[in-house]
C-alpha cells in the first residue's frame, strides 16, 4: 500500500482496483492464504498477519488481556482507512476463524469503509459450548510440539487432517510456531460483544461459511440462532466433507460458494481461477 498504516506486516498482490482483504485464523499467519493469493490473481489483495501472529509485533499485556479482540479490530480498520484514503473503497474482507470474528466486528462498527463479508466457521457459538470451547485450545502447547519436533508435529497433523494440501500443512505448521507468548488460548481472540449482537448489526452483505462436521464452530443449533436473527444481510452457505478449516478440508466446496459471492460483491465478471 502506498503508506502503512499500521505497524502489521502485510503482502498487497496485484494491481490497484478491487480488494479483498484476507485475515487469518487462531496460531496462522498471512503465509495460509497462498493458494487463495493464486486463485484469487484477478483482485487486489492486502493480507496481513495478525498482531501476535506470523511477522506482526507481539501484543502488549494490555492489549493481550481480556482478548485482544478490540486491537485486531481496530488495526483491519486501519488497513481499510489507508485504502480509502488512496481511494479503493467498498473492499471485501475474507476471514476465516479468528479472523471472521474481526471481519465481523469491523463490519459492525465501520459498514462505511466495506461492501462485502465472507465469515469462515467464526467462533458463532451457544454460549454452553462456547464456555468450554474458549479454554480447550491450549495454543503454547500445541505451538511447543511444532517447536520441539517440527517434522514429528507436521506427520502427526497430516494424520488428522489428510485432505489438506502439503503447502497449507506446512504453511499452518510454521505459523503456528510464531505464535505470541501471551497469547494462551482462543478465547483471548474472541470479541467481548456476544456473537448475536453482532451478527444482528451487519448491515453489508454477509456470507457465512461453515461445514458439516463435529468440530466447525458454527454448527446447527449456530445456524438456528443465525436464522432467529432474520438478518436479510446474512447468507448461509454449509459445504459438505469440512470441519472448521472449510477451506482447508475443501477448497472446491468452499470456492464453489465464495468465489461467486466475490464476483458479485465486487461488481466483476466471472472467470476461471488462476492457479
Known sequence: MATEPTDLSISVHGEPGPTVVLLHGFLASGAVWADAVRRWA??????????GHGGSPRLTIEQAKPTAAPIMIADV?????????????????????????????VGAERPDLIGALVLEDPAWMPLERAKGWRD??????????????FEEAVAALRKEHPAWSDELLRSWATSTTQIDPLLKHTGQCVARTPWADVAAALTVPTLLVTGDQ??????????????????????VAKVADAGHFVRFDNPEGYHSVVDPFLAEALDQPASPPSR
Request: hydrophobic residues 40%.
Open 136 to 149: 480447550e485450545h491450549p495454543a503454547q502447547e500445541w505451538a511447543q510440539e511444532f517447536r520441539d519436533d
Open 214 to 235: 463435529d468440530d466447525n464452530t458454527v454448527n446447527d443449533e449456530s445456524l438456528r440462532m443465525v436464522s432467529d436473527i432474520s438478518n436479510p444481510a446474512i447468507r
Open 77 to 105: 480498520v486501519r488497513i481499510l482507512e489507508s485504502l480509502a484514503a488512496q481511494g479503493d473503497s467498498k473492499n471485501v474482507l475474507v476471514g476465516h476463524s479468528m479472523g471472521a470474528g474481526v471481519a465481523a466486528g
Open 42 to 51: 484477478g483482485y487486489r489483495l492486502v493480507v496481513p498477519d495478525a498482531r
